[in-house]
């Protein structure tokens, strides 16, 4: 049961749940970027919630399927069509042998979730098919999706079919302004007294380097870090430390120009002060940010943070038992 | 030392500043703490990262409440204390092709990026860390071992902090802009560490040679990588051989081939005996890897 890659958009991957357990070598997490998108995409189709799925960023791939298939989309807001037909986001649907599958632009959001009963079926490297491409590894030959690829797709052991839709309550929108929830720390207090203001205040944009290991923002003002006489090992900007590991959603600013926010392909560390660290419930939301759309930085407390995890994992709750 | 800093890195990590400045001591702690934290398998805990002077803990708090997490990672701090700390770890060889033509090839195409344009890189280090030449720059790269102590930014890199009195330490500034590329396997240096470039791609440490040996492939192909596909872990110690182009040739021909290997042996690494005598230890180390 194979797949063929016809077109591959700007940057399409294998991704799954993601490869924990190999950050302190360097391997970072990996998986898709936005997992709530992932899991509706896998729970529509009967898959493991986790299961391997395809990422595609900004434009969507042109595919042709060479086995029917029970397949849905998720995420951004881009018309799937096969052989030209518009079908649903958030509902599968079955596609037939020469079946062509094409999308229209993302109106809003970045990231389409094409989910397969069966999964992507490539080899599971460290426990994981998600790729990661700058190790060159996982997903298919450790790259993204080239015209000409085969997928495979896995056996259907599970119960996929056609017209089950995620309730609408369920289903997220993405506006192109949005206020992301950060924990300050780690080396928050390296920013001047002003810097530490203006962070929250300014309206950010995405800037067009925005990608699986970060997004950066730019437009609000620079941040200026106390000067010091640098500790030995540090670099010699204010900005520098002597490197470190960098936590999953944590924020940088080398030089202090434009935050950086590092996403699930992260560097694992380096030598830029990190300022604090978006919360994990609002990591999937990052993912679906599109260049030139606005982010505002809302301080939050621990208590804060664990709330939200927690109506994120209801929510998540709720969708696996509406679709079972 | 100060105290060691506290802070979590939004809900799911914990940052553990051991020391602001690098330190063989900090390092030290960090990995002690590291260690002990590993052996108690704690249930939501899903990375353990150390890393120069500070260390990175990835926990899920739905398992294992951040305020929990936080007093455990004081209990073993306060446990370990100021013990004599020691790392039973393993020393191995690694080849430099030093002043090659594929980092100078290199670096004369990144020239305006740097602080000195008219010099290499290998030129300018050697004369900021007051050498009189290439040659003894050399020597003093190659002569006392490096402790390995980071791995990471990208897979299999390691971060290495050289094993002599602070005097002694080599230190350059990184690039003034960092180059959009470095061939793999170069070996670098920026600030106060050396590294091992693992894959190709950006970076913005002075250039001093190549090795020819892999040091990370997701296929495996070589002896050494057969455990595992990135040969690095922190704490292990390298000293670095100056090798010539015709072995470098030949190195790089059997690792075409597949049988080229490294000399690693397994040693103890004693914090106090290496204060008591740096030079004598760090003669000592290296003699292991020659069977003495």
């Known amino acids: 049961m194979d797949i063929e890659v016809i ?8 991704q799954d749940a993601g490869r924990p357990g190999y950050y302190n070598i360097g391997i970072p997490l990996s998986g898709a970027l936005d997992q709530y998108a992932l899991r509706a995409a896998n729970l529509l189709v009967g898959n493991d919630a986790g299961a391997a799925a395809l990422e595609a960023t900004l434009l969507g791939p042109e595919l042709v399927f060479r086995e029917p298939a029970i397949i849905a989309v998720t995420g951004a807001e881009a018309t799937p069509k096969v052989n030209g037909e518009a079908r649903l986001l958030n509902e599968s649907f079955a596609v037939r042998v020469d079946d062509r599958l094409t999308f229209d ?15 992507i079926d490539v080899p599971p490297i460290l426990g994981s098919r ?82 699986r290991i970060g997004y950066r923002y730019r437009k609000g003002r620079a941040l200026a870090f106390r000067e010091r006489k640098q500790p030995f090992g540090a670099g ?74 927690a109506e994120y994992k209801s929510r998540i709750a709720r969708m696996s038992s509406s679709l079972l | ?66 305020d929990k997490m936080l007093r455990t990672l004081q209990d073993i701090e306060a446990q370990i204390g100021d013990a004599d700390l020691e790392l039973p770890t393993r020393i191995v060889e690694i080849p430099v092709l030093y002043n090659d033509p594929w980092t100078r090839e290199t670096l004369m195409r990144f020239r305006e990026r740097h602080q000195d344009p008219k010099s290499t890189d290998i030129e300018y280090a050697a004369r900021i860390n007051g050498y009189r030449s290439i040659d003894e720059f050399v020597a003093a790269h190659s002569g006392a071992p490096w402790f390995v102590s980071m791995v990471g930014f990208v897979a299999g890199l390691p971060f290495l902090f050289q094993m002599v009195e602070r005097a002694k330490q080599i230190e350059v500034p990184k690039y003034l802009r960092p180059r ?28 001093f040679g190549i090795t020819p040996a892999p040091i990370y492939d ?56 290496f204060h008591k005598d740096p030079g004598g230890y760090s ?8 069977g003495h």
Not at chain 1, 106 to 119: D, F, L, Q, S, T
Not at chain 2, 224 to 238: C, E, H, N, Q, S
């Open chain 1, 7 to 14: 077109k591959p958009g700007l940057a399409t991957s294998v």
């Open chain 1, 105 to 119: 632009f993302m109106k809003v959001g970045a990231r389409i979730y094409i989910a397969v009963a069966g999964g």
């Open chain 1, 130 to 211: 998600s790729t990661y491409a700058l190790g060159a590894l996982g997903g298919f030959s450790g790259r993204k999706l080239a015209a000409g690829d085969l997928l495979p797709v896995g056996k259907t052991r599970s119960s996929g079919r056609a017209g089950r839709a995620l309730a609408g309550d369920l289903v997220p929108t993405y506006p192109k302004s949005l206020e992301l929830r950060v924990l300050t720390g780690l080396y928050f207090h390296r920013l001047t007294e002003e810097a530490a203001r203006t962070f929250f205040e300014d309206t950010w944009t995405v800037a067009p380097e925005a990608d």
């Open chain 1, 236 to 309: 010699s900007d204010p900005s520098n430390i002597v490197d470190a590991g960098y936590p999953y959603g944590s924020i940088q600013v080398p030089g202090g120009l434009e935050p950086i926010i590092l996403h699930r392909d992260a560097v694992s560390g380096g030598g830029y002060a990190m300022i604090g660290t978006v919360i994990s419930a609002d990591m999937h939301r990052i993912a679906q940010m599109q260049p030139n759309n606005l982010a505002r930085f809302v301080q939050v407390n621990m208590d804060a943070a664990l709330k939200a995890r």
């Open chain 2, 1 to 66: 030392m100060s105290g060691i800093r506290y802070s979590f890195g939004g809900d799911e990590h914990i940052f553990v500043e051991i020391d602001e400045e690098m330190s063989l001591e900090a390092f030290f702690k960090g990995m002690a703490i590291c260690s002990d934290l590993e052996k108690r398998r704690i249930a939501g805990v899903s990375e353990i990262c150390p890393s120069n002077a500070s260390y990175l803990v990835r926990f899920d708090p739905d398992v294992i409440y951040p």
């Open chain 2, 180 to 207: 959009t590329d470095t061939p793999k396997l170069t070996v670098g240096h920026g600030g106060c560490f050396g590294c091992i470039y693992s894959v190709r791609g950006a970076g913005g440490y002075q250039m």
């Open chain 2, 218 to 273: 997701p296929a495996q192909k070589l002896p050494y990588l057969k455990d595992f596909m990135a040969f690095f872990r922190p704490g292990d110690i390298v000293k670095w051989k100056p090798i010539s182009r015709e072995e470098y040739d030949r190195d790089v021909k059997a690792v075409e081939a597949g049988t080229f290997d490294l000399t690693i042996k397994p040693v103890n690494f004693s914090l106090k005996a």
């Open chain 2, 283 to 290: 003669r000592s180390l290296v003699e292991v890897l020659h």
